[in-house]
C-alpha cells in the first residue's frame, strides 16, 4: 500500500534557520555503529548566492529530505520553509501565491529526469528557474530500534531512492519489497510513527537522527556518488542576469505525423552551435506517440545564437516553453563556437542590413 505522509509533522517549525548538517564517509553498504550513524548530505558545488529576505520556500518534504539539503544552499537565516507533500504541489504553492519559491527535484545522475517536476513544470501556469542546485544522494537504511536485519522483509522510500538501491536491497535482502513513500524523509518519518507497513526505510543521515532512528546500514547505492540537481522555482519576471556559464530550459512538442520532426527540431541548434546538456521525452498526454522533449540549452537566452534557437523551434515546432534561464551550479564557461558568437551573429546581420541599403560587398567573415 502506497505510504502516505503529513508534510506539517516534521521535527522541526515552519521557520528554520539555514545550514546543513555534516558529512561522513563510512564504507558502502557497512552495518551502521551508533557513533556513525550522523552522516549527512552535502553540496558537491560551492552553494549559489543566498537569496534576499525573507522568503516562503516551498520544497518536497517533510523536514530532513535531500530536497531541504538543497534548499538550504540558497535560504536565507529568516527563510520560511513550507514542506509539500509532493513537487507538483511545491510548485503549486508559488502558483497560487502560497509560497515566494520553490525547491524541487528535476534531475538524478542514476535515474534521469524527474518525472513528476517536469510534467508540472511543462503545464499549467507559468514558472521559471531561476538557480539549480547539486546534493550529493548518501543512502540509510534506517530502522526503529530493536528491528534486526531478519526482521527486515518490507522496506519503504521514494521510487527514486529505491531504483538507485535496488541491487544493495536484492543482494542484502532477497525477497525484500518496495512500499512507496512521497519522499525518503516521508518514509523516515511514517517508520518512527509505528504505522508505516514496512519495517524498513532507505533515508539520508538527517531523518535517522530527526526521526529518532537506528541505522542498520549507511552509503547505501548500487552506483556510489550519485548526485541529484535541485532548481528554484519562481513566478515569471526578471531573468538572472547572464555569467557566461548559463543554462536554458524549455520544452518543446513536436508535429504530429510529420517525417523528420525531430531532426527539424535538433536541427534548430546544431546549425547554431547551440549546445544541449540534457534532452528527454515526455508523453505529451494527447494520446499514444504524442511527445515533448523537455530540453537544456547550454547558454543564456540574452546570447544571439541561443535566441536565433529559439525562433527557429518557434516557427517549427507547434508549442514551444520556456522555462528560464540561469547560472550553472557548476560554473562551466559556455563557449561559443567559431562563427556563433554574439558578434559574429551581429555581424552577419549587419552585412544584410547594408545589401538592404544598397551596399554590395563580399560579406567576407573575419576568423
Known amino acids: 500500500m502506497p505510504a502516505q505522509t503529513n508534510a506539517d509533522a516534521a521535527p522541526q517549525a515552519g521557520r528554520s534557520q539555514a545550514g546543513s548538517p555534516s558529512d561522513a564517509a563510512p564504507q558502502a553498504g557497512a552495518p551502521c555503529t551508533a557513533a556513525s550513524s550522523q552522516a549527512g548530505v552535502a553540496s558537491t558545488a560551492a552553494s549559489p548566492q543566498a537569496l534576499g529576505a525573507p522568503l516562503r520556500i516551498a520544497f518536497l518534504g517533510p523536514f530532513g529530505t535531500f530536497t531541504e539539503q538543497a534548499v538550504r544552499q540558497v535560504a536565507s537565516p529568516d527563510a520560511e520553509l513550507l514542506p509539500m507533500t509532493s513537487a507538483p504541489q511545491a510548485l503549486a504553492a508559488v502558483r497560487n501565491g502560497q509560497a515566494d519559491r520553490a525547491v524541487v527535484p ?3 545522475s542514476i535515474e534521469g529526469g524527474v518525472n513528476a517536476t517536469l510534467d508540472a513544470l511543462a503545464h499549467g501556469q507559468p514558472l521559471v528557474i531561476v538557480g539549480e542546485m547539486h546534493v550529493s544522494v548518501v543512502f540509510q537504511l534506517a530502522v ?9 522483509r518490507r522496506i519503504g522510500t521514494h521510487p527514486h531512492a529505491w531504483a538507485q538501491c535496488r541491487g544493495w536491497v536484492e543482494s542484502t535482502f532477497p525477497g525484500a519489497v518496495h512500499v512507496p513513500a512521497t519522499s525518503t524523509a516521508a518514509a523516515a518519518q511514517l517508520l518512527s510513527q509505528g504505522e508505516a507497513g514496512f519495517d524498513a526505510a532507505l533515508c539520508n543521515a538527517v531523518s535517522v537522527s530527526s526521526y529518532g532512528l537506528q541505522a542498520l546500514y549507511q552509503d547505501v547505492a548500487d552506483n556510489p556518488g550519485a548526485v541529484t540537481r535541485f532548481v528554484l522555482v519562481s513566478r515569471p519576471g526578471s531573468l538572472p542576469a547572464p555569467t557566461g556559464a548559463d543554462k536554458t530550459t524549455i520544452q518543446v512538442a513536436l508535429p504530429v505525423n510529420e517525417s523528420g520532426a525531430l531532426l527539424t527540431m ?4 546544431a546549425v547554431r552551435g547551440v549546445d544541449l546538456s540534457r534532452i528527454e ?3 505529451s498526454g494527447d494520446g499514444l506517440g504524442n511527445y515533448e522533449f523537455s530540453i537544456d540549452i547550454v547558454g543564456h537566452v540574452s546570447e544571439e545564437r541561443v535566441q536565433a534557437a529559439l525562433v527557429g523551434l518557434h516557427r517549427h515546432s507547434p508549442w514551444v516553453r520556456f522555462m528560464g534561464s540561469y547560472p550553472r551550479i557548476d560554473g562551466v564557461a559556455n563557449v561559443p563556437a567559431v562563427g556563433t558568437s554574439d558578434e559574429a551573429f ?6 544584410v542590413e547594408g545589401l538592404l541599403a544598397g551596399r ?4 567576407r567573415r573575419e576568423i
Open 106 to 108: 528535476i534531475e538524478n
Open 144 to 152: 526503529r530500534p530493536g528491528t534486526t536485519p531478519e526482521q527486515v
Open 281 to 283: 521525452s515526455r508523453p
Open 266 to 269: 535538433l536541427e534548430q541548434f
Open 346 to 351: 551581429r555581424s552577419a546581420r549587419n552585412w
Open 360 to 363: 554590395a560587398d563580399i560579406g
